[in-house]
């Protein structure tokens, strides 16, 4: 049983059949860009504010559609459930590695083994859903 809930914003861009994923500094799991919320602060603001701060990029207006909201296991912290509010979209300029993030890489949604390590929102939730459509 979790000890504790973490509540987080992600955004999953997709482009030519390759997922964007992100490293944080001291983690080894790639993820999606997000993270947590701020007092008073909405999903879709949320969501925003970290694309900004995580890639230098924005999110293009229209694009931006909610794929879900996903329960898993957090991919840093022990004992931790995650609760993800997942949006998917496009971005306006080219994403880099900003803030806390140290590396950006590209996945291809249709492999079958990765290279680096994917959190579990990727491999459990997001990657099966995206391969069905």
């Not at 997942?86 to 590695?97: C, E, R, S």
Request: aromatic share 6%; with cysteine.
């Amino acid at each position: 049983m979790p000890q504790s809930v973490l509540h987080v914003v992600a955004y999953a861009v997709v482009e030519n059949q390759q997922l964007l994923t992100v490293r944080k500094k001291n983690t080894h799991k790639f993820m999606f860009p997000g993270g947590k919320f701020q007092p008073g602060e909405n999903a879709k603001a949320a969501i925003q504010r970290e694309v900004r701060e995580e890639l230098s990029c924005e999110i293009a207006p229209g694009t931006i559609e909610l794929l879900g909201k996903y329960v898993t296991t957090a991919a840093n912290e022990a004992d931790t459930e995650l609760v993800a509010t997942v949006f998917q979209g496009d971005l306006i300029g080219t994403p880099t590695a900003s803030n806390e993030i140290v590396e950006l890489q590209w996945i291809p949604i249709m492999a079958e083994d990765y290279v680096i390590e994917l959190a579990p929102l990727i491999t459990d939730c997001i990657l099966p859903q995206l391969r069905m459509s």
